[in-house]
């Protein structure tokens, strides 16, 4: 026989859980004539057998039943599969810290905040202190704050003296310059990087051109080209922020921007950009776009990951016409805009093949050219050309 506190101290339950038990029939007390309550080694073992339902993850409803009579299984299947899903949310929430702790990767987590919530992310990258630059490059490069420093300078040594870091054409942009309705005077070129754009534009047109980048390095490089070709006076570089472009409105004839709207997103570069073109100027823009109704699943797969919001043309057409400008002429890339981008980084890739150096970068890589090779026309470069209203 045990008295209450007796009991208590068995089970490691207080004795106002007790008497509440007790008041609920799972337990029965016996009163002695001085009061005092005393229970049966059978009450001892009842408690017992509800506490491993209750570590079963049963309510005390639930335990009560399974006491009172047989198992109820289809409310004990139902309970299993609620906390096979608490199971997984408290799991994802441990990776997420121990990521955030640096024990893991951060990939999974940047990637799907990036689909739900690309504004926000980029301003919680900002807020932990990388800067605009970094945290742009974290988005769409690295993916992972962890790693992001030694992904970069894998990366930048991948691809160091390339021309060409994407799709990209001097036959291209030429048809696009003449489809400008008239000679641009003033011109800025927006996420020039080494400048290849730039310097051609300013030696098949008269435009004062001003090349911008967030990347001095790249920018360093164009005042070395621009220095070897006596272009110092044409062209201005400009380390500063696609998102914060620091002119007076209306400040230019033409804004040419090849392959660097998807970091605003495409609707949003269209918007903020036409604020800086004069009436009746121009934006000529390139964008990646869906050419298949449906991708194969692994481009599908991939392109989810590297850019979600990968549209058609008529979606991109509908666009330029919302955003208040009219499309002069678009056109896919050519296959050598292609082939200027893919040939010399296939062939930089074959030269580390039997190097020691191996890294995320070098494999996030050699993805993308397995996927090109693969599933290139599916999907492709479009550049429009359009005109303010």
């Given at each position: 026989m045990y008295r209450i506190s007796e009991l208590a101290a068995k089970v490691g339950l207080s004795r106002s859980t007790l008497l509440y038990y007790e008041k609920l029939g799972l337990v029965t007390s016996r009163r002695q004539a001085n009061g005092y309550r005393l229970y049966h080694e059978q009450d001892l073992q009842q408690l017992r057998l509800l506490q491993q339902l209750q570590a079963g993850g049963?309510?005390?409803?639930?335990?009560?039943?399974?006491?009172?009579?047989?198992?109820?299984?289809?409310?004990?299947?139902?309970?299993?599969?609620?906390?096979?899903?608490?199971?997984?949310?408290?799991?994802?929430?441990?990776?997420?810290?121990?990521?955030?702790?640096?024990?893991?990767?951060?990939?999974?987590?940047?990637?799907?905040?990036?689909?739900?919530?690309?504004?926000?992310?980029?301003a919680w990258l900002r807020r932990q202190g990388f800067s605009e630059k970094q945290a742009l490059r974290l988005k769409w490069l690295s993916r992972d704050m962890n790693q992001h420093e030694h992904y970069m300078a894998d990366f930048e040594r991948i691809v160091e003296g390339l021309k060409h870091l994407g799709p990209g054409s001097a036959q291209d942009s030429l048809k696009a310059l003449r489809a400008l309705p008239r000679p641009p005077a003033t011109l800025l070129d927006i996420g020039c990087g080494r400048g290849a754009t730039s310097v051609l534009l300013a030696e098949h047109s008269a435009a004062q051109i001003t090349a911008l980048d967030n990347d001095e390095h790249s920018l360093g490089c164009l005042r070395e080209t621009l220095a070897a070709r006596s272009l110092q006076e044409r062209v201005t570089p400009l380390c500063a922020s696609m998102t914060h472009?620091?002119?007076?409105?209306?400040?230019?004839?033409?804004?040419?921007?090849?392959?660097?709207?998807?970091?605003?997103?495409?609707?949003?570069?269209?918007?903020?950009?036409?604020?800086?073109?004069?009436?009746?100027?121009?934006?000529?823009?390139?964008?990646l776009v869906r050419v298949a109704?449906?991708?194969?699943?692994?481009?599908?797969?991939?392109?989810?990951?590297?850019?979600?919001?990968?549209?058609?043309?008529?979606?991109?057409?509908?666009?330029?016409?919302?955003?208040?400008?009219?499309?002069?002429?678009?056109?896919?890339?050519?296959?050598?805009?292609?082939?200027?981008?893919?040939?010399?980084?296939?062939?930089?890739?074959?030269?580390?093949?039997?190097?020691?150096?191996?890294?995320?970068?070098?494999?996030?890589?050699?993805?993308?050219?397995?996927?090109?090779?693969?599933?290139?026309?599916?999907?492709?470069?479009?550049?429009?050309?359009?005109?303010?209203?």
């Open positions: 049963l309510s005390l409803k639930e335990c009560q039943a399974c006491l009172e009579a047989r198992l109820d299984r289809p409310a004990l299947l139902e309970r299993l599969r609620s906390l096979d899903e608490e199971i997984a949310a408290r799991q994802r929430s441990r990776e997420l810290l121990a990521a955030m702790l640096g024990l893991s990767s951060m990939r999974p987590w940047h990637q799907a905040l990036e689909q739900q919530a690309p504004g926000a992310h980029l472009l620091p002119f007076a409105p209306q400040r230019f004839d033409t804004i040419w921007a090849e392959g660097c709207a998807y970091i605003m997103g495409f609707d949003n570069a269209l918007a903020y950009w036409r604020t800086f073109i004069k009436p009746q100027g121009c934006l000529v823009v390139s964008d109704d449906r991708l194969a699943p692994s481009a599908e797969a991939f392109w989810q990951a590297a850019y979600p919001d990968l549209q058609s043309v008529d979606t991109r057409l509908a666009a330029i016409t919302r955003q208040g400008y009219r499309c002069l002429l678009h056109f896919p890339l050519s296959a050598q805009a292609w082939a200027n981008y893919l040939e010399p980084l296939r062939e930089r890739v074959a030269a580390l093949a039997n190097d020691t150096f191996a890294s995320q970068a070098l494999a996030d890589i050699r993805r993308e050219l397995e996927i090109h090779q693969n599933h290139l026309g599916e999907y492709g470069y479009h550049l429009f050309i359009m005109q303010t209203r």
